[in-house]
């Protein structure tokens, strides 16, 4: 098993309580803990949202090393963020696992203004391995694209002592969402594999927020077009996360104290 566009299927996943099934998981999280640590050999392409967010490329010449496909096209993105703000009483990496490591899927339709519904399908291991439905609204003429995945999320302490999570996205075939079917029938099935990762920096005053995919959007838009665009789209979630975040800040919403007066930002490159 490796990270790869290629569709995961229940037969393909082991017992969930047996060795074999943390075996299969401790695997895709090494080899996205490699693909992390990799990045800053991309290469570099354009930075987005006011020099705020980098984004690269894969050289195929690379792809191998990394255990992954050279005819899928990688991108990733990096951006660096801090809490501004005297009375803060949590740290900024705090906020980031709120959001992104608890309840993922649920809040990703929250801040990511296409994304229509989001449906989990199975769990494997409550907040540790579960299938997802995500569907998007798309510009006309095109047809709502629907994603199946297997999310594997996990929280790590690094060698310096600074938390670390990380979330895995594989494209899955589950029996209760086939394509063209019932109210997918309208809809185009895609696919993406990605690594998230956010880490604590600078003795946990900031954190770096990386995330690299592959993605195959489906239906008759062409690849070449789709791998094109696909840098620049990937950078989109970091504002609207971060305003997503603040916005619960201000209102006190999920337990997040109004008073404090603090907000995240997102720093220069």
Not at 117 to 143: D, G, H, I
Not at 191 to 208: A, M
Request: hydrophobic share 35%.
């Amino acid at each position: 098993m490796s990270l790869t566009l290629t569709t995961l299927n229940s037969k393909d996943i082991p017992d969930s309580q047996t060795p074999a099934f943390a075996d299969l998981v401790d695997r895709y999280f090494a080899q996205g803990q490699a693909v992390i640590d990799s990045l800053p050999s991309w290469h570099k392409k354009s930075t987005y949202h006011a020099n705020t967010v980098q984004a690269f490329d894969l050289p195929k010449q690379q792809c191998a090393s990394l255990g992954l496909s050279p005819t899928e096209h990688w991108v990733a993105r990096t951006s660096t963020h801090r809490l501004e703000g005297s009375t803060a009483t949590s740290a900024v990496y705090d906020y980031f696992r709120s959001g992104l490591l608890v309840d993922h899927s649920e809040q990703e339709r929250q801040y990511i203004e296409s994304c229509m519904e989001s449906e989990r399908l199975q769990v494997f291991r409550e907040a540790e391995a579960e299938v997802w439905r995500m569907t998007y609204k798309t510009p006309p003429p095109t047809s709502p694209r629907t994603f199946v995945f297997l999310l594997l999320t996990r929280e790590v302490e690094s060698t310096a002592g600074s938390r670390v999570f990380m979330n895995i996205s594989l494209p899955f075939d589950h029996p209760s969402c086939p394509s063209k079917q019932g109210s997918e029938k309208n809809r185009v099935r895609g696919r993406y594999v990605s690594v998230e990762c956010v880490r604590e920096i600078e003795g946990g005053d900031k954190v770096e927020w990386l995330m690299a995919t592959s993605s195959d959007a489906g239906g008759s838009i062409p690849q070449f077009l789709m791998d094109w665009s696909l840098a620049g789209k990937v950078t989109e979630d970091v504002p609207s996360f971060v305003q997503y975040i603040n916005t619960k800040m201000e209102t006190g919403r999920t337990g997040y104290d109004p008073t404090t007066k603090c907000k995240v930002i997102t720093l220069k490159l």
